[in-house]
T-cell receptor, first 111, second 112 residues
C-alpha cells in the first residue's frame, strides 16, 4: 500500500511565523503535490514537484514556497503566516498510472 | 479555467439503498479518479478510470468513464452507515499525469 505521511495533523501558529509542513511518501514516486482545502472552494493546487529540486506553481502559489531536496520528501513553507492561510493542507503523491494518493492532512490555524 | 460539475451536492438515503452521483465537464479528460473523504481526513482513492467506456468495480462501488470522455459516474450499491462521507471526482486533462481538476464533492448521509 502507498503510504503518504504528513508531519502534523493539527498545527496552531501565530501571524508572521514561518511554518513548515512536511510530507513523506514511501513509493519512490516522481511527482508530489500540495493542495489546500477550504469549505466552498474545494481543493486548490498550491505547488507541485516532478523531480528532486524541481517545482512548478499551481493555481494559488502566493504566500507559499516549497522544497524538494530528497525524492521522498516534499515540504511546504509559509514564509510569514497570515490568518487567510488557515486551512486544511493536503499532500499527494502520484503513482505510475497517474493516480494521486493523499496524506491525512494538516489542519493549520493561524491566529 | 476547467471545471467539473459534480451532482448531487448532498444526498440523504436509507441504509440498503443504492446511490448514484456524477461529474460532467465541457473538457475532455484522459483519466477519471473517484475519492472518498471522511471528516478531518485526507481523500482516499476508490477507483481510477483510464479509457472511455471503461466500467470498474471496487466491492459495492462501480464507476464508469463516459464515452464522450467528458463525464463519469459512481454508483454505490446497498449502502451501509460507513459509506457516510464526501465523495469527490477528479479528472486529468493530459495523458502525462499531473494536475487534477476536482469536483465540489457529494456529501452522503446514510440513515440506519
Amino acid at each position: 500500500d502507498v503510504k503518504v505521511t504528513q508531519s502534523s495533523r493539527y498545527l496552531v501558529k501565530r501571524t508572521g511565523e514561518k511554518v513548515f509542513l512536511e510530507c513523506v511518501q514511501d513509493m519512490d514516486h516522481e511527482n508530489m503535490f500540495w493542495y489546500r482545502q477550504d469549505p466552498g472552494l474545494g481543493l486548490r493546487l498550491i505547488y507541485f514537484s516532478y523531480d528532486v529540486k524541481m517545482k512548478e506553481k499551481g493555481d494559488i502559489p502566493e504566500g507559499y514556497s516549497v522544497s524538494r531536496e530528497k525524492k521522498e520528501r516534499f515540504s511546504l513553507i509559509l514564509e510569514s503566516a497570515s490568518t487567510n492561510q488557515t486551512s486544511m493542507y493536503l499532500c499527494a503523491s502520484e503513482g505510475i498510472f497517474y493516480e494521486q494518493y493523499f496524506g491525512p492532512g494538516t489542519r493549520l490555524t493561524v491566529t | 479555467g476547467q471545471q467539473l460539475n459534480q451532482s448531487p451536492q448532498s444526498m440523504f438515503i436509507q441504509e440498503g439503498e443504492d446511490v448514484s452521483m456524477n461529474c460532467t465537464s465541457s473538457s475532455i479528460f484522459n483519466t477519471w479518479l473517484w475519492y472518498k473523504q471522511d471528516p478531518g481526513e485526507g481523500p482516499v482513492l476508490l477507483i481510477a478510470l483510464y479509457k472511455a467506456g471503461e466500467l470498474t468495480s471496487n466491492g459495492r462501488l462501480t464507476a464508469q468513464f463516459g464515452i464522450t470522455r467528458k463525464d463519469s459516474f459512481l454508483n454505490i450499491s446497498a449502502s451501509i452507515p460507513s459509506d457516510v462521507g464526501i465523495y469527490f471526482c477528479a479528472g486529468q486533462l493530459t495523458n502525462q499525469g499531473g494536475k487534477l481538476i476536482f469536483g465540489q464533492g457529494t456529501e452522503l448521509s446514510v440513515k440506519p
